[in-house]
């Protein structure tokens, strides 16, 4: 079975910054098509921040765009969100999304267990 951690999620005052990383585990890799990153703050729904795709085209909620920078290492299982110019409403928990296929499994969505991000001002 795959499992995906977070880690990197954390206290930060309003402008700090933080990395989250999301490394996959426990099972064979045939690919990985895309992982991404989505939070949920108190009382939302959940929306996507970040994705990425096996071939490395980016996407970006507009409002991170600017502030967060998404990469991989598809070599490691991993994925990053590095994470500028915290604001207040960044306040989420983060949760980390891939799409891969295992020889096991087929193809499937696997999510992380999810890590805090509070941005204090």
């Known amino acids: 079975q795959v499992q995906l951690v977070e880690s990197g999620g954390g206290l930060v005052q309003a402008g700090g910054s933080l990395r989250l990383s999301c490394a996959g585990s426990g099972s064979i890799f045939i690919s990985i098509n895309a992982m991404g990153w989505y939070r949920q703050a108190p009382g939302k729904q959940r929306e996507l921040v970040a994705t990425i795709t096996k071939g490395g085209s980016t996407n970006y909620a507009d409002s991170v765009k600017g502030r967060f920078t998404i990469s991989r290492d598809y070599a490691k299982n991993t994925v990053y969100l590095q994470m500028n110019s915290l604001k207040p409403e960044d306040t989420a928990v983060y949760y980390c999304?891939?799409?891969?296929?295992?020889?096991?499994?087929?193809?499937?969505?696997?999510w992380g267990q999810g890590t805090q991000v509070t941005v204090s001002s």
């Open positions: 999304n891939a799409n891969i296929y295992t020889l096991a499994q087929g193809s499937t969505y696997y």
